[in-house]
């Protein structure tokens, strides 16, 4: 009776504990084509986004600019952290800005929405919708 007792409280302890642990933004996410919406288009045939943690727990540069290659679109981004599961991201190219990115993290942790507002390199319009898997 004991050992069942005991199997119950770790089962309810770990099911109480996970959602803290669902909701961590680090990992390697990839990208569900059918389920995202790029405007304008095309869409990418593939992107994966891998998110590090640094010392002091989060992940890369919270509230702090920082430069970035590879990016057509923006040479700075600036993330902030506005509840566990939220973020915003803030891309700007030679000092304006360009996109927003705001980032939702589902409550079981098994994926994210990215909505992206602004301009691209082009001078488009960007209303992009992003669903991204975690791997």
Do not use: C
Request: proline share 5%.
């Amino acid at each position: 009776m004991r050992i069942r007792t005991l199997a119950v409280a770790v089962v309810v302890a770990a099911a109480f504990a996970t959602p803290s642990f669902a909701q961590n933004p680090v990992g390697v996410w990839k990208v569900n084509i059918a389920k995202s919406k790029y405007s304008p288009g095309p869409a990418p045939n593939s992107s994966t986004v891998t998110t590090t943690a640094v010392a002091g727990g989060g992940f890369r540069s919270i509230n702090e600019t920082v430069p970035i290659t590879g990016n057509v679109n923006a040479d700075t981004q600036a993330y902030t952290r506005v509840d566990d599961r939220h973020y915003t991201i803030t891309a700007k190219k030679a000092g304006k800005p360009t996109l927003t990115t705001k980032i939702e993290i589902a409550a079981d942790g098994k994926s994210r929405t990215s909505t992206q507002t602004g301009t691209d390199a082009h001078g488009r319009t960007v209303k992009n919708f992003i669903w991204y898997d975690k791997q």
